[in-house]
């Protein structure tokens, strides 16, 4: 029980990595399944009471673990992969003692060999006690990625702050000047937004935000840098594109936005977009973001609701 009790804590751990709450009662009934297993099998004269039984529940629980490191997004730690694999081994040992007992028995000459309880047991409580101390540390740098998201997102979107946003674009844009390419960025208002906060409250404009920010994200790449860049103001880097690409997106994130359902009768107001376009000449973000602005300016003059390029002569 106290082993199965082992893995099943390897295992909820390693969901903790991935902010799942650990499984309760599935670990709960392992671990009385193994016990109604043992106390049926003549205990007190069967040292391996409920041995089928204890050996699936060891392969499963740290396969399960397994599974769960390996899930872990990419890059998340160098022990990643290191542990899951090792879990993995684990568990696969479990299950051959599994099919060593049944078929061999559990003193055959293969299953004593091979899966003795006395080196089995010790190597497995060794690995429990260093998977422990490695789960520490998984989760000491998990704090520490949380610290460093919390500091580096708004807050209400969930995207990337003003200070993160700059940053990984100066970067961005570093990397270009000695890779020649070109990319473009968007610089979007919501039109009217004022009236949405002074008609149906500042919780209204709040849901807003976080409408526009969902439909920016799914429009654009994971590899796209996407940021509120203040108030109702966002912005985003696609490295890569070009104007009439980027001209696309912002199409894009207005009916995405536009086809998202009314909450409570709330309207959904449009946006403008400024877009401008850079190459490995770029010096910075900052006259990236200038040019983007002045187009927005022209599309909201152009009647909002649409977008405008920074080279655009109207």
């Known amino acids: 029980m106290l082993l199965v009790q082992g893995s099943l804590a390897v295992w909820a751990g390693a969901q903790s990595l991935r902010t799942r709450p650990p499984s309760k009662w599935v670990s709960a009934g392992i671990l009385g399944v193994t016990l109604f297993a043992s106390l049926m099998d003549r205990p007190a004269s069967n040292i391996w009471a409920g041995g089928p039984v204890f050996l699936t529940a060891m392969s499963v629980g740290i396969g ?17 992969i290191p542990m899951a694999v090792a879990a993995a ?19 055959g000459p293969i299953f004593t060999a091979a899966f003795g309880s006395a080196v089995t047991t010790m190597g497995t409580m060794m690995v429990l006690v260093v998977a422990s101390f490695s789960m520490a540390a998984l989760s000491n740098e998990q704090q520490t990625r949380a610290l460093h998201a919390a500091a580096s997102r708004d807050g209400l979107t969930g995207l990337l702050n003003r200070k993160a946003f700059l940053d ?8 270009h000047a000695f890779t020649p390419s070109t990319g473009a960025l968007i610089l979007a208002d919501l039109d009217h937004f004022k009236t949405v906060n002074d008609t149906s409250g500042h ?9 526009f920010a969902q439909a920016c994200t799914e429009a654009v790449r994971t590899s796209d840098l996407v940021g509120r860049y203040g108030g109702e103001e966002f912005v985003i880097l696609l490295p890569g594109a070009t104007a009439q690409r980027a001209e696309l997106i912002a199409e894009d994130i207005s009916r995405r936005l536009a086809s998202l359902p009314s909450r409570d009768g709330l309207q959904l107001p449009t946006a403008s977009y400024g877009i ?9 973000a900052a006259g990236l973001i200038a040019a983007a602005d002045q187009a927005m300016y022209k599309a909201k003059a152009m009647g909002r609701n649409r977008a405008a390029h920074s080279d655009d002569p109207r």
């Open 64 to 80: 399960l673990a397994s599974l769960e490191l390996w899930l872990l997004e990419p890059g998340y730690s160098r022990m990643r």
């Open 168 to 175: 990984l674009a100066a970067e961005q844009l570093a990397e």
């Open 203 to 211: 919780a209204a404009g709040d849901v807003v935000l976080q409408l």
């Open 276 to 284: 401008s376009i850079y190459d490995a000449g770029t010096s910075g």
């Open 89 to 107: 081994g684990l568990a696969l040992f479990y299950f051959c003692r599994f099919l060593a007992f049944v078929v061999d028995g559990q003193n």
